[in-house]
């Protein structure tokens, strides 16, 4: 099981850009597919985006999709979040989690091995 620690986050006006990492505390990460999940107040946790163990396959959620881009540095042990075109509607708890395997699958929130602390964006003016 990973440790993983977030970093990045904030505040940014409509139409800006935050990148946030999720850097795990071992060596195994480059075995585990990575997902980003984000909770908005008030809602369910929903997955946005995976990306495979090696990098070569990423997947986003219509909703993020042409706006964020997810990858991963696994000789540094991390993965990020680049999220630009933020809209007030992204809000969010942002939480990255480790998979079981080194495929992605769907976002189900009881399935992941471990999960980062989180770490808020909000989108305003």
């Known amino acids: 099981q990973l440790q993983l620690v977030q970093s990045g986050g904030g505040f940014v006006q409509p139409g800006g850009s935050l990148r946030l990492s999720c850097a795990a505390s071992?060596?195994?990460?480059?075995?585990?597919?990575i997902y980003w999940f984000r909770q908005a107040p008030g809602k369910e946790r929903e997955g946005i985006s995976c990306i495979t163990s090696g990098g070569g396959n990423t997947y986003y959620e219509d909703s993020v999709k042409g706006r964020f881009t997810i990858s991963r540095v696994n000789a540094e042990n991390t993965a990020y979040l680049q999220m630009n075109s933020l809209r007030p509607d992204d809000t969010a708890v942002y939480y990255c989690a480790q998979g079981r395997s080194s495929r992605c699958f769907a976002y189900v929130v009881g399935s992941m091995r471990s999960w980062g602390p989180g770490t808020q964006v909000i989108i305003g003016s």
């Open positions: 071992i060596s195994s990460f480059e075995n585990y597919a």
